[in-house]
């Protein structure tokens, strides 16, 4: 179970154990180093000034008892846990919930970096600072995809601030140290290891974590994750924990990701992200095969957003995506976070994969509105569109409506679909749009490839590998080529009803 903010649990009794020294296979020693470091005292006593208690409280209507947390009996922290999380209201009929984070101060002027979770819905943000000041905080700017939020206290002297780091060069195993306010024991610090990176725990569309083994508990979302030279190289966000405590798997969002977005809540109160304007699928290996690219890689682009920054170009239906700005796109996921990290308005190098051979274009983005952040799921850059992979029609053993004298080559029968001009009558059969061109499915054959791909009778074939498709033969002859040219796998732009595109690989053998 993923929490962003764990559950209380009992405490638990942990015998230290005595540390030895680790022998080789020979009896010798191994390098200090191998063990850790030393000591992290002197670099966490010049950062624990700059990591404060985020205090929240919220009214709530007395319907019940609230979100009140939980307290194990007899726990020694009964008392602290009731004064902040069971006040019992102000008189009014209204309770008031209080809940616990941390956050860090990234400017001497006051604006403090934590979770949106931490500080959502709250009526009042208070920071605790380490020598027991307290100071109330406005909130600036949230991002709830990022779960990143900025705060502004307005302080009487400057106060000590952190840095980022560039969470980038952070390598898996690199030791790093956890500040924060778990369990509202503030000023709480723990060390541990990067043990992955890259982490997509479906949080939001532009999931990137950092891994950690550094106990992170309830209370230490919004903290900072340092590097061993004292930057911030992650903000603390969530944990899975069956049980409620650290478990040692922990997630920070990366300062790779996280530093543009709090520029843009500090300088806007808003993100500004970017917007490219096309629908992606992922590139499968039959695809990979089809379009002769190589292994599996980039975003298949298998539309163009009406109005959208490049509807008109340069970029085409049926080019993979690899690079953006000068960055390696692995994947659809990867274009989307490298797109809305990217400055709304800039012109941008994008290469791609066209014919078999890498092109460069150069695009400028657009910005990625809220009503358009609606639509992303199937219209663009922030979300992959639907698969459509519904089930297949049982079809049946009639004749296509091909022309006439015109029989199919057996190729098509093959990987299972029936075909047949998209004509008025068809139109009208599957309600298709006048804008849809190609050669309609009829039938589908249970169990075939074309069933397993998702092909489902009403939706058209608009291209078969890359070449746009008119009639029934046209279908069936380049399917004959590619079959007669060893191909394995059958490249097609597949359009649903209303004009909604994909691409498919079909197995020919």
Avoid: C
Avoid at 364 to 385: I, M, T, Y
Wanted: charged letters at 20%; zero cysteines; proline letters at 6%.
């Amino acid at each position: 179970m993923i929490r962003t903010a764990a559950k209380s649990h009992p405490l638990i009794p942990a015998m230290l154990l005595g540390a030895a020294l680790v022998m080789g296979s020979l009896g010798a020693a191994r390098p200090a180093l191998a063990q850790g470091p030393e000591s992290v005292a002197d670099l966490a006593q010049g950062l624990l000034g700059a990591v404060v208690n985020i205090s929240t409280s919220q009214n709530v209507k007395e319907e019940g008892d609230g979100p009140v947390q939980q307290v194990p009996e007899g726990s020694p922290f009964q008392e602290l846990f009731e004064d902040f999380f069971k006040n019992r209201g102000d008189g009014s009929g209204n309770n008031k919930v209080n809940s616990l984070g941390s956050g860090f101060v990234i400017d001497p002027a006051g604006f403090i970096v934590t979770n949106n979770h931490v500080i959502e819905g709250a009526d009042d943000i208070e920071a605790i600072f380490p020598d027991g000041s307290k100071l109330k905080a406005k909130l600036i700017g949230t991002d709830p995809k990022t779960d990143l939020s900025v705060l502004k206290v307005e302080p009487q002297a400057p106060l000590l601030a952190v840095r980022f780091g560039d969470s980038h060069k952070m390598r898996i195993g690199d030791w790093v140290m956890a500040i924060g306010n778990p369990f509202g024991l503030g000023g709480t610090v723990t060390v541990g290891i990067i043990s992955a990176s890259g982490r997509n725990i479906n949080a939001g569309p532009y999931d990137n974590f950092i891994q950690t083994d550094a106990a992170i508990n309830k209370g230490n979302s919004g903290g900072p994750l340092f590097n061993m030279n004292g930057e911030v190289i992650g903000i603390n966000t969530a944990i899975i924990s069956p049980s409620g405590g650290s478990i040692g798997i922990g997630f920070a969002v990366p300062t790779e990701l996280a530093e543009n977005v709090i520029k843009q809540l500090i300088e806007f109160g808003e993100t500004r992200r970017g917007w490219l304007g096309v629908r992606i699928q992922p590139v499968s290996e039959e695809v990979a095969e089809s379009l002769k690219i190589g292994k599996a890689r980039g975003a298949l682009v298998s539309g163009l957003v009406k109005g959208g920054p490049v509807e008109n170009g340069p970029i085409r239906v049926g080019d993979v995506i690899v690079r953006f700005d000068g960055k390696a796109v692995d994947d659809t996921r990867g274009l989307v976070r490298i797109v809305a990290e990217s400055a709304v308005g800039t012109a941008v190098d994008v290469v791609v994969l066209r014919d078999g051979k890498e092109q460069t274009l150069k695009v400028k983005l657009g910005r990625l509105e809220d009503e358009q952040a609606a639509d992303a799921a199937s219209s663009d850059g922030e979300g992959a569109p639907d698969e459509n992979m519904g089930s297949s029609d049982e079809g049946g053993e009639q004749q296509s409506p091909t022309e006439p004298g015109a029989p199919l080559p057996a190729i098509v029968g093959a990987i299972g679909i029936e075909i047949g001009s998209l004509d008025d009558a068809a139109r009208k059969t599957y309600s298709i749009a006048e804008s849809v061109e190609g050669v309609v499915i009829t039938a589908v054959k249970p169990g075939s490839p074309a069933a397993e791909k998702g092909l489902e009778p009403g939706q058209v074939i608009v291209e078969v590998a890359q070449e746009f498709v008119e009639t029934p033969a046209d279908v069936g002859e380049t399917l004959t080529t590619l079959k007669s040219e060893g191909r394995r796998n059958a490249y097609m732009m597949i359009s649903d009803a209303e004009g909604n595109l994909r691409h498919v690989a079909i197995p020919l053998e």
